[in-house]
């Protein structure tokens, strides 16, 4: 079972920032936090991924609350593009881990 | 250019066929997996490997088996195919289960008539 909770869509408008949340109240110290996103009839593409300290690169940034139970997906200016399905992964470092999908968030931009 | 590829994007095939789909990655990967994505089910894990030879159930295994002969190579095998198993499956890879982003394939729309 996912060990992740997320809305099951959101809206946003054109340029504005997209903030997804996502809970992960059972998280151990040492599974990350993984974000990765559908875009229809595509297979999923990653997008960040982080432990405790925020992360950012040229697509988004991460943000992970101190006690880690849950984080934040930032988009700084959603476009159209990022119409897609945005999941919330947590996962260790173990070799034998599975990476498991939860339902996610469909995330709408509106012009 | 990484690259995962599907063997097929579209196949059609007859209740109680064995089916094949092969899945290939160029990345010298350890991991590979297989899951099927239905609407409003999400992406659901069938099987996954993480070595040459190693193969561990995911959540829906059931009518599915799995070989990875080589590394580079993870075939998803439907013994007897079933029109409930018509679905989109989509194939990934990864160096280890989280130290790096998983690769996936655009996907095998199998329709089982």
């Known amino acids: 079972d996912a060990k992740t909770t997320q809305p099951p869509s959101m809206d946003c408008a054109e340029g504005r920032a997209a903030n997804l949340p996502c809970n992960h109240s059972?998280?151990?110290?040492?599974?990350?936090v993984y974000w990765y996103r559908q875009i229809h009839s595509q297979g999923p593409q990653y997008i960040i991924h982080?432990?405790?300290n925020n992360e950012t690169n040229e697509m988004a940034s991460l943000i992970i609350t101190e006690d880690r139970k849950s984080s934040t997906l930032i988009l700084p200016h959603a476009t159209l593009r990022d119409t897609a399905v945005y999941y919330c992964?947590?996962?260790?470092?173990?070799?034998?881990?599975?990476?498991?999908f939860g339902k996610g968030t469909r995330l709408h931009i509106l012009p | 250019d990484v690259k995962v590829t599907q063997s097929s994007r579209y196949l059609v095939k007859r209740t109680g066929e064995k089916v094949f789909l092969e899945c290939v990655q160029d990345?010298?990967?350890?991991?590979m997996f297989w899951y099927r994505q239905d609407p409003g089910l999400g992406l659901r894990l069938i099987y996954f490997?993480?070595?040459?030879?190693?193969?561990e159930k995911g959540d829906i295994p059931e009518g599915y088996s799995v070989s990875r002969e080589k590394k580079e190579r993870f075939s998803l095998i439907l013994e007897s195919a079933s029109t409930n198993q018509t679905s989109m499956y989509l194939c990934?890879?990864?160096?280890?289960?989280?130290?790096?982003?998983?690769?996936f394939g655009q996907g095998t729309r199998l329709t089982v008539v």
């Open positions: 990934a890879s990864s160096s280890w289960a989280g130290r790096t982003e998983a690769f």
């Open positions: 059972t998280i151990s110290g040492n599974e990350y």
């Open positions: 982080g432990l405790k």
């Open positions: 992964i947590v996962l260790s470092l173990n070799r034998d881990d599975k990476i498991i």
């Open positions: 990345m010298d990967h350890e991991n």
């Open positions: 490997s993480y070595d040459v030879k190693m193969k």
